[in-house]
């Protein structure tokens, strides 16, 4: 069964620190991996995509790395800000399948304290 | 326009009454996928539109939900009978074509009293 698992569920830290978020799939066949983030009371927004061949990539203060061969993918957010305080969704496209072909996970709700 | 757009931004609705909800997808994109997000939940799929393909209804819930896709415009969400577990944000979003990144509309809070 296609599924994506998504740790911790909730994770608190204090302004200006790093953290890491984590996602475990086991979608297959496997095209692509996006990390989004979602605000409250908004729509999702996509942070970055990760292909089969990409093991990093960085968009800002964001850092996604992705390991399809154990089919793990992590986010890393360095310098945390308070507007960093979202929930983090990991949604991995497969092929041939239902939903679109898009599996969700519920998501990591990160809160940035000051 | 700019982006998605979700109309109403919320509704209020008697147990048993239907309501539509409406998305406008951003002009040109081929794909629109409707999500529904209970409160503190992750989003559960509810249907898939591509182009002129027949839709993927695999996620709706019960016979109660239905929707559709007038071309590659505008989409409607209708739930008929509502009851108190209908009540969730739902959630529209789009994209240019297969493998795109999703668009998302701000979605509709529904609250069935």
């Known amino acids: 069964k296609n599924q994506v698992e998504q740790s911790p569920q909730s994770l608190i830290i204090l302004e200006g620190k790093n953290c890491t978020l984590q996602c475990n799939y086991t979608v297959s066949p496997f095209s692509n991996l996006r990390w989004y983030k979602q605000d409250t009371g908004r729509g999702p927004v996509s942070l970055t995509i990760m292909t089969f061949s990409e093991n990093t990539k960085s968009n800002g203060r964001y850092t996604a790395t992705l390991d399809a061969d154990t089919k793990q993918s992590s986010l890393h957010i360095t310098a945390s800000q308070l507007s960093d305080s979202a929930s983090y969704i990991c949604?991995?496209?497969?092929?041939?399948?239902?939903?679109?072909?898009?599996?969700f996970g519920k998501g990591t709700k990160l809160s940035v304290k000051p | 326009g700019a982006g998605v757009s979700q109309s109403p931004s919320n509704k209020v609705t008697e147990k048993g009454k239907d309501v539509e909800l409406r998305c406008d997808p951003i002009?040109?994109?081929?794909?629109l996928y409707w999500y529904r997000q209970r409160l503190g939940q992750g989003l559960e799929f509810l249907i898939y539109?591509?182009?002129?393909?027949?839709?993927?209804k695999s996620g709706l819930p019960s016979d109660r939900f239905s929707a559709e896709r007038t071309g590659e415009s505008v989409s409607t969400l209708t739930i008929q009978r509502t009851q108190q577990e209908d009540s969730a944000v739902y959630l529209c979003?789009?994209?240019?074509?297969?493998?795109?990144?999703?668009?998302f509309g701000s979605g509709t809070q529904l609250s069935v009293l």
């Open positions: 002009s040109g994109h081929t794909a």
């Open positions: 979003a789009s994209s240019p074509s297969f493998g795109e990144k999703l668009f």
């Open positions: 949604v991995v496209r497969g092929y041939g399948g239902s939903q679109g072909n898009l599996i």
């Open positions: 539109f591509q182009g002129n393909s027949a839709p993927d």
